[in-house]
């Protein structure tokens, strides 16, 4: 397992990076939202360094998606891994993935 890691790349892009998994995903929320808020009225999610995923990474991803709702803030994703997109089809949120 590899600890994940949430980074400012940009003035509107934040960076995560290692596993996002059950394990890991509940260490970075609070930090994650709080650079997704500070990034402002539109923000990047990158994830094309994410080793792994489970279905907690989804998860993590609407709620990024609740707070942008509530801050009026435009946020997308880059670098989505494959997982990631199959676990979204599963469940029928692939729409809007990169």
Do not use: N, Y
């Not at 934040?14 to 596993?19: K, N, Q, R």
């Not at 946020?75 to 089809?89: K, M, Q, R």
Request: hydrophobic content about 45%; some cysteine; charged content about 20%.
């Amino acid at each position: 397992m590899t600890a994940a890691k949430v980074e400012r790349s940009g003035d509107a892009q934040v960076a995560l990076s290692g596993d996002l998994t059950f394990a890991t995903v509940l260490q970075i929320r609070t930090p994650l939202l709080q650079q997704l808020k500070a990034c402002g009225e539109a923000c990047v999610l990158d994830l094309s360094a994410v080793e792994r995923v489970d279905s907690s990474a989804l998860s993590l991803w609407l709620v990024c998606q609740r707070q942008a709702r509530r801050l009026s803030q435009r946020l997308t994703l880059c670098g989505v891994p494959e997982d990631f997109h199959s676990i979204a089809g599963l469940v029928g949120l692939a729409d809007g993935l990169d």
